[in-house]
């Protein structure tokens, strides 16, 4: 699985990163980095979470 | 616009009325689940007793948990750049109070993200033992006063404390800062507005915070620091600094949305934990392992912000019902947080309630609660303070605010053993 970001929604807010702090984070200027964009089966759940945590559905995982 | 207002009779629950948001939230709540069952998105007439007469010949009130997400996130059809309260303010006092709270994207996430690098997950956890630090002074100063208003010695202090020690505001403007900020919601309810009309109570205090935002912002152009506010005067947006004005509305903003919730919250988590003795003891069983799924309890359970206001920009339909251009819909967050078709024995405070979607900081969308980290960060250290360190505390009835944007506690007296 791979994550990925839709820059006109994300608001750089890191909800994300307090639910998945391996995959996201939010930099300085309040920029979103993903750290990984690969996804391995244990850490899934972390990040389905991030996912469906994201207030303004800025993230989706792909295959 | 007589079509309009003949395709349409008034609903008979009296929602729009101040009478109506003056009683308890339990009152309200069987009004709204009448609603919710039988009528979900119901017409209205415009809020009585409101800063300006109202234009509209009606208004949308909207009280399922799903139709109340739907509106957050559809932020191009439901815009908050024509006001995002229940009832009209004068345009300018609208602009200098609201910000970015006030705008749509594009211009919404230009400018938020000016301050939201300040209250990122990294951000945040570096003023953590700050928070932490300060939380324990209160409890020490609630220790040596003994009995009290748990609202004045408790719920009011750590919430301007956070907010104005981010900005950078000096010790000897933050009383006034303080009274400012508690006057720009309270204007509603007559004892807090002490006889002066509502608009005029409502502009003294805006006033007010927005002087000590530009005064602060000229002390940094000056010499600047390492705060929030030297980031704002050095930012730019669009190769533009921002003026004063902008400045002041930022200052107003964070002033406003940082105070009352979290307080709010407070006080009214400490009366739900004195109310149901059971919860009290299942968080003190294991404090810091269930902590994070408590708060969003005490967050859904308080719902301090009741109802947002989106404007329509094109003829759409909700669950079933046709909206129209320039038409006002309300987002009733705290009906939302109490849908039996989302939350198992909504009425229950459950500490371990997981999954809790609830709404308090907003449905979802662009203006999703830029401080949420924030206020649990206060509410994590506060509470753990205030259940492990004051013995037996227990708080007595509160009196509430009238106001049908914030759930308010003006006052709750609050015992303990010493
Ligand atoms: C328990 C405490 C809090 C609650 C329940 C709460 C609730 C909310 C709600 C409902 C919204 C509107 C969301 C929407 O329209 O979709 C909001 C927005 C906002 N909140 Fe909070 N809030 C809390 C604490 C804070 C704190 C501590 C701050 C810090 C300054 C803050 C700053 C903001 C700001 C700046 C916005 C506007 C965001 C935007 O328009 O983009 N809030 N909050
Ligand atoms: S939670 Fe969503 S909006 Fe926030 S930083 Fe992550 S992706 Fe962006």
Known sequence: MRIVVDRNKCTGLGICESLAPDHFEVNDEGALVVLRDS????ELDAVQQAVEGCPTEALRLEN | MTVHAEAHSFDPAPVATLEFWGRTAEERETTFKELRDERPVSWHPPLEGNLLPLEKDGIWIVVRHADVVSVSKDWETFSSAQGVTMEEMPEDMAAAASSFLGMDPPRHTRLRRLVSSAFTPKQVKKIDDQINNQARRIVDDLLDVGDCDFVAQVSKRLPMWTIFEMLGVPQELREEGYRAADGMVAYLDEDAAAGQDALTFQMNALMTLLNIGVELAEERRARPTSDLMTNLVQAE????????EEIGAFFVLLSVAGNDTTRNTTSLTMKALCDFPDQRKLLLEDYDGRITTAIEEFVRWATPVQTFRRTVTRDTELNGQKLHGGDWVVTVFASANRDERVFDDPHAFNILRSPNPHVAFGGGGPHYCLGNMLAKTQ????????????KDIEVGAPTYLTSHFIRGVRAMPCTFTR
Request: net charge negative.
């Open chain 2, 237 to 244: 947006v669009d190769g533009e600094r921002l003026t004063d």
């Open chain 2, 379 to 390: 509410l994590r250290h506060l509470f753990k303070e205030l259940l492990f360190r004051v």
């Open chain 1, 39 to 42: 996804v391995s089966e244990d």
